[in-house]
C-alpha cells in the first residue's frame, strides 16, 4: 500500500502562485508514474498533468499548460506541482495519484493510490 500525502495548498489571490507537494511512503516511488487532478464543487475530477517515473516525461492538460510545472524528485520520494498566475476558476481539492507503472496516463482509472487532497482557493 502506497499512501500519499499532499500538502502546499491554500488561499491565494488571482496570479499568484502556489506549490503542492506530494510526499510518498514506498521506495518503489521512483518506478510510478504520478498524476495530478482536481475536483472543483459539482463537478468531476479531472486531469491536471502526470509525470513519468523517471521524472523526464510530463503531460498537461491544455487548461494548465504554461501555467503550471509537474515535477518529481525520486530521491525525496516527492512529486511537485507549481502554480502560476492561478485564475478563480483553478479552485478545487488537488489530488496527487501514483500508478503502479512507470508510464503516463491521462485516465483517472489508471492510478491505484490517492492521496487525501488538498484545497487550492484562488480569490478574484
Known amino acids: 500500500q502506497v499512501l500519499l500525502v499532499e500538502s502546499g495548498g491554500g488561499l491565494v489571490q488571482a496570479g499568484g502562485s502556489l506549490r503542492l507537494s506530494c510526499a510518498a511512503s514506498e521506495r518503489t516511488f521512483s518506478s510510478a508514474a504520478m498524476g495530478w487532478f482536481r475536483q472543483a464543487p459539482g463537478k468531476e475530477r479531472e486531469f491536471v498533468s502526470t509525470?513519468?517515473?523517471?521524472?523526464?516525461?510530463?503531460f498537461y492538460a491544455d487548461s494548465v499548460k504554461g501555467r503550471f510545472t509537474c515535477s518529481k524528485d525520486n530521491a525525496k520520494n516527492t512529486v511537485y506541482l507549481q502554480m502560476n498566475s492561478l485564475k478563480p476558476e483553478d479552485t478545487a481539492i488537488y489530488y496527487c495519484?501514483?500508478?503502479?507503472?512507470?508510464?503516463?496516463?491521462?485516465?483517472?482509472?489508471?492510478?491505484?493510490?490517492w492521496g487525501q487532497g488538498t484545497q487550492v482557493t484562488v480569490s478574484s
Open positions: 509525470v513519468s517515473g523517471n521524472g523526464q516525461t510530463t
Open positions: 495519484a501514483a500508478r503502479a507503472t512507470n508510464a503516463v496516463s491521462l485516465r483517472r482509472e489508471a492510478y491505484a493510490y
